[in-house]
């Protein structure tokens, strides 16, 4: 299990920390003057939010991730908002730029392979899988949203007077966040997982369950070739795709869609995304199996 903190997850820490500051401004003007509780529940949930985001970057953990993910671009969407009721000056100029940043910089793969790596278990390690492209088009962007769209919503119709309307708002937003987080929380635990029997291929999207490429059986790891016959599990993920290949015929169980019925087939070599191609092949290395790196 390797659980230092790369560069790119203290930049992320560093990018919460900074948000009072820089951000924090542009926001007390945009709500300044206002009458109500309202500003004074929209404080509240900035302090919450801030605390919980930067919290999630202090543990290297998969649900970490998760919330971490979910809440990241939340403080871009204030940002703008509130660049829309009042003039941000330098320093709020400054945190909208952070604010942006940060929603690009924690969904870096070194920041997802270190939380979910943070997941493993004695001589483990664990390689994030990539996101089916088809995924990211339309069903995470609608997850996302249904997190936090009524939560956001929520407290927008409280800071302009409407409690009538974030009320049932906030109920919803406690619902969706549930829903919502649960469905992207999944992807957290997609990996390819390092032990010491060999690589465990963990990925309800592409398998109905876990199978384990055993050491003994792996002749090579390494890119793709173009004209592979290989049992395709990367379930349409984009960019690097690595090979695994196997001596021995081994028995898998795909994935199947409701009311279908799954149906056991047997492969020699099987494509897989992870997130971290480079890192993964050097980790392979590491562990004494047949890497072929072109």
Known sequence: MHVNAPGWVWSCRVLWAVLPVTLGELLADAIAGRDGAGP?????????TWAVGLGTTLVADPRALTVNRILAPVPLVAAIWSATQATPGPLGW??????????????????GEWAIDGGSYGDEHRAPLRCPTALLAGPVPAAWLLAVA??????????????????????LGVAGAWVGGRSLHRLAGRALVFVPAGVTLVDALALAEPVLLARRSITRVGPAPADTTARDLTVGA???????????????VPAVGRGGVAEAVEVRSVLVAPTRPGVFLRVAEERGLRVARG
Not at 41 to 47: D, E, M, P, S, T
Not at 102 to 111: G, H, I, K, N, R
């Open 40 to 48: 004074w529940i929209a404080v509240v949930a900035a302090w919450c």
């Open 94 to 111: 400054s945190g909208v730029a952070a604010a942006a940043v940060l929603a690009v910089v924690s969904l870096a793969a070194p920041v």
């Open 150 to 171: 009524p939560g956001l919503g929520a407290v927008l119709a409280a800071v302009t007077g409407r409690p009538v309307v974030a009320v049932p708002l906030a109920v």
């Open 238 to 252: 984009a960019g690097l795709i690595l090979q695994v290949d196997l001596d021995d015929a081994l028995t898998i």
